[in-house]
Structure formats: C-alpha cells, structure tokens
C-alpha cells in the first residue's frame, strides 16, 4: 500500500502552504495532491504556484496529481478547470462529472470522491475513459467496498480516505461567512482564521460538524489506522491522509510505521491521539453512523 | 437559445390519489417512485408499488399527461438488480422518462430500452454545462434536474452551453448542500439519500419533553430545543440550531421551503423546460393546493408577462403549506449565500 496526502482542505496563507510542502517533500509519502478543490474565492495561491510547487515535489520524487475543485458553477471556475485538464505534465484527480468530460479518453486520471462511484458497473465505466485510480466515496463501507472490488473487471488502484475530517458536503453558501452575516461575495476571507476549520456543536456541546466555507466535514476525525490489515486484505492501494494545520507529518509517519508492521495498530491509535484536532471515528468503515468509533475490531472479512 | 414559451410544471406524488389529484389540478408531469430505496423519498408507506404505478400512467395518459420514474439512488454491488429491474418495469409501464443519478445505471438504461428517454436526476450533482453534456454525450440525457446551488445568473450561463433541456425547482422543500454530494445524514444516522433514499430518516427521530424545553434527536443528537411558545420542525439536521463558538443559530438553514413564483417570468424568459415541485412525501391536500397555485400562476404568466405579478392569494396559499410557514428564492438570489 501507497500512502499520499489528500489536498489541503482549509484556507492557509501563502507562507504556511509553502513551507506545509517543504516539510511534506521530506516526509515518508509516496503521492501528494494539490490545489484548492473548496472554493474559488480563495486565491492566495494561483494555479502557476501548484504547478511550481507540483515541480519541487516531483523532484524530490513524489508522484504528484492536481486536484480540481468539487463545485463548479461559474465560467470562471470551468476556466480554472480547463488549465488543468490542459496540463501535460501531471495527473489531475477530477472531482466533477465536469472534469471527467474534459479528461476522458485523453489523459490517465483520479476519479474523486465526489464522483459517487458506488457499483463496478460505474467503477468499469470510468476506468475505460481512463480513470487509472479511484477514490471511494466518504460513507462507503468495508464490506460494500469489497463487494465492488470482486465485481469489477477493470481493477484500477483503489484510494480510501483514511485519516481527517471527513468532507461531507459541499454547499452553495457559505457557512463560515454566514456565522459573521456576512455575504459570501463579501467574505472577508474569514476562513483564513480557522486553520482547521470551524466546530459545530450541538446545543449540549457536542462537537458534531465542522464548517469549511463551503463545505461541511464532520467534527470528528475519521481515523483508519488501526485499520490498516483490513484496508491491505481488501486490496487497498492507496491510504489518504488528510492535512491539518499541525502535526501531519507525524501522523503520516505513525501510518507509514503501520504499514511496515513496524508498529503494532493499538500503540499507533494511542499515539495518535495525542496529535489529532478532535477524537476519532470510524463508523463508515464498519456501515455504521460515521461519527461512531468501534473499538473492538471485527475480524477481517 | 430556446424562448420558446412552454413551460412543463412538474409535480410530486408519493400515492395515486395523490398523482390523480395532481393530475387533475393542471400538473403536465406527475413524478413517482417505487416502494423501495430506489427512490429520494424511500420512506415507510409511501410509493408506489407495480399496479399502482400501472395505473397512474394509464390514468395520466388518458387525459395527456406524463408520468416520470425517479429512481435517483446509487445501487450497490450486493443490490444492483433491484434498480435493473426498475429500470425493466419502467419500460414496460411506458413511463414518459427515468430519473436517473447513477452512471452505471444510464448505461444499463441505454443498452437495454434504447427508447426510454432519461432525465438527469437532481441527486447527478450537475452543476455546470461541461458535466450535463458529459452525461448527454454518454447516455443522451435529454433534461438535466439542477441542484439548487446556483444563481439564476449562473443557470443562464449553463443553458448557453448545453442544448439539454433544464429543469428548475420551483417550491418545496430547500436542500441547502448540493444535492447527491451530501453525507450528512449517513453520517448521523447511517443512512443516506444516496445509498438508501432518506435524509434523516423517520427511524432515528426521538422527541423529548425536558425541563429546558421540547428536544428533536437524530440517532440520539440533539438538532433542536423549543420553548413552549415556538414552532417545531422535522428535525431534519441541517435545519437545527447549533451552538458556533458560543452562539446558537440555525447555523446552516432555517427551516424554510423554496418559492420562486416571483421569479417565474424570468424562467420563462429563459427557456427552462420545466418547474419542479418538491414533496413526494407530502400529503395529497398539499399536491393540490401548490398544483392549483402555480398551474394559475404559470398560465397567468404565459397569457402576459408583463402584466404577471404574484398574487397575494398565492403566498398565502403557498404559506400554509411552506416548511416552518417560511418561505426563501433560495440560491437564485444571490445573496441568499
């Protein structure tokens, strides 16, 4: 098993996105993928700057995909998309039906999360367009997984989403602007001051989302890393994490530990609780609520 | 572009009285869905099951109306035959379209009933003009269901690149997140609308009385609390009042219900193919009477749009029947965001 970095869901300034790479371009991860794919007013880094960057973290020998933005309305949005449909030298993980149509038949590509692939059938389909990996979608099960692996003829590298908040929905309004009344053509680029996000909780203070701009992840941290011989006998080939403000580069060093058995599952979860934003769940691994965490492993189907 | 001035409205039904009565109070399209998870709207009672269905297209078709077959859930590998199947007995029923979100599913759909016309469901997610035509150009889709996320600006500009028909909601119900790209529900309760047809599902609704007041749960989390003197609402979870660094709102939407009837001269200046009624889950009573308003509203407006205002009597009317008795033009005003 591969393990990559998933792209940065939050809004950082420049100087922290520049040297996040730095750090990430020494850390033990095969795959990284860039670019902004929450919301097209965040600007402070171009598409020139995740090309730059795609370059440095290319030579120091990670594979590198570009990843596109999940909601696409504007022309402006199918602007940006087109660049990167256009671009040559890397592989782009579309995250809109928008963008497969742009990749299809043209270049090798990631189908995202967000495609909603939840049948071999649809699975095949986008393999034969040239989806060379997928990612499954955030609430599919280990058992549904493995029902879709057995049945698919194509067999394209499979991604599981496997450490972070778990991105849940996507809007057209804003909710980080909305919590200052505030308009989200006139923003004031708020999430610039939540670094990992704006937590949600029930009125009997329950952490339960986590307001992204646009998108809605969960408040809990979904956290597969004591997981990890079901995900390698399922036939997993790539392990996502997901980038938060702090400590990611520990955290991928505890799974890639994990993953060379060179750490036992139960001393990773005890260890990682330390660096994590909020607790962890892990209910959709086992077709349960997500925010559940099941303790007591099942043995592997 | 199209100006040309039809305009279908299309109405819920989740039983056959209530198809009848749509029917009968001037809808063009009536849309159903099987008593299964098939269907957004897989709740317990509701739906139709084979001869029902039978016998809403036979009862459509005599006076020269449609019939649509939602089945707009994501099938499964240990369930796929349930929706082939559906599919089959569309085709037989003569169902006037399928409205489908399943990419596998519209390929089994072409290859099998080549003639069954498709319509893009709401649950696609299709936002922009480069993913409809994707989904044309594979399938041959020939009417798109967009999510209510965009402006009406942003519509126009997707209909100047696509000559697939588009279809609007008009009233009802207000998914706040873009529809097929929501896991909210799942992620509370389970279940989804994507994998099984429900958003916080009737199952996992406990109401509680309290000394601090009337409390909602979903699977045991608490969406929303009343005072004595307020009106509740279905806890469905994006409509309750969260507490946000302190401060308790409805920190994602009110609940609230879609109506654009204001905007229906627009619309039709467009040359949007269709205006789509939410609530299957609703009641025959509310079929009729929203079926009643918008049929006159939307002739009103096609004799003379200049003169079209939006009657008093049809807000009221509209009211009575409105989520939380709100009503909001949503995502097509802009500022709504």
Known sequence: ?301 | MQHDKKIELVCPAGSLPALKTAIDNGADCVYIGFRDDTNARNFTGLNFSFDNAKEGVRYAHAKGKKVLLALNTYPQADNWQRWTKAIDAAAELGMDAVILADPGLMQYAVKTHPGLRLHLSVQGSATNYEAINFYHEMFGIQRAVVPRVLALAQVEQLMAGTGVEIELFGFGGLCVMVEGRCALSSYATGDSPNTRGVCSPPKAVRWQKTPNGLESRLNGILIDRYGTDENTGYPTLCKGRFDVEGETYYAIEEPTSLNTLELLPELIRMGIAAIKIEGRQRSPAYVEQVTKVWRQAIDSCLRDARAFSVKPAWMTELGKVSEGQQQTLGAYYRPWK
């Open chain 1, 1 to 301: 098993m591969k393990l990559a970095l998933g792209p940065i869901l939050y809004y950082w300034d420049r100087d922290t996105v520049l040297k996040f790479y730095e750090e990430m371009a020494g850390a033990p991860v095969d795959i990284i993928y860039l670019g902004e794919t929450v919301c097209s007013r965040r600007h402070l880094l171009r598409l020139q700057d995740y090309l730059d960057m795609a370059e440095r973290l290319a030579a120091a020998g990670k594979e590198v995909v570009l990843s596109t933005q999940t909601l696409i309305e504007s022309e402006n949005d199918l602007k940006t998309l087109r660049k990167l449909a256009d671009n040559r030298d890397f592989r782009v993980e579309a995250n809109d039906m928008g963008a497969v149509r742009l990749l299809a038949n043209k270049m090798p590509f990631v189908a995202g999360s967000t495609l909603n692939i939840y049948n071999p059938q649809t699975l095949d389909m986008l393999a034969g367009m040239g989806a060379t990996r997928w990612v499954i979608p955030v609430e599919m099960s280990h058992e549904a997984l493995v029902a879709v692996l057995h049945n698919s003829q194509s067999k394209p590298e499979t991604e599981v989403f496997a450490y972070g908040r778990l991105p849940l929905a996507f809007s057209a309004r804003c909710f980080t602007a909305r919590h200052y009344n505030l308009q989200k053509d006139d923003c004031q680029f708020k999430c610039l001051d939540y670094e990992d996000g704006l937590t949600l909780k029930t009125r009997e203070g329950q952490p339960f989302l986590n307001l992204n701009g646009i998108q809605t992840q969960s408040a809990l941290v979904y956290n597969l890393i004591g997981e990890l011989d079901t995900l390698q006998s399922a036939g997993i080939d790539v392990v996502r994490i997901s980038p938060q403000a702090h400590h990611t580069g520990k955290i991928l060093q505890l799974f890639h530990e994990c993953m060379e058995q060179r750490l036992a599952p139960a001393q990773a979860l005890s260890q990682i609780g330390g660096l994590m934003p909020a607790a962890s769940c892990n209910g959709y691994w086992y077709g349960k609520p997500g925010l559940d965490f099941i303790r007591d492993k099942q043995p592997a189907a």
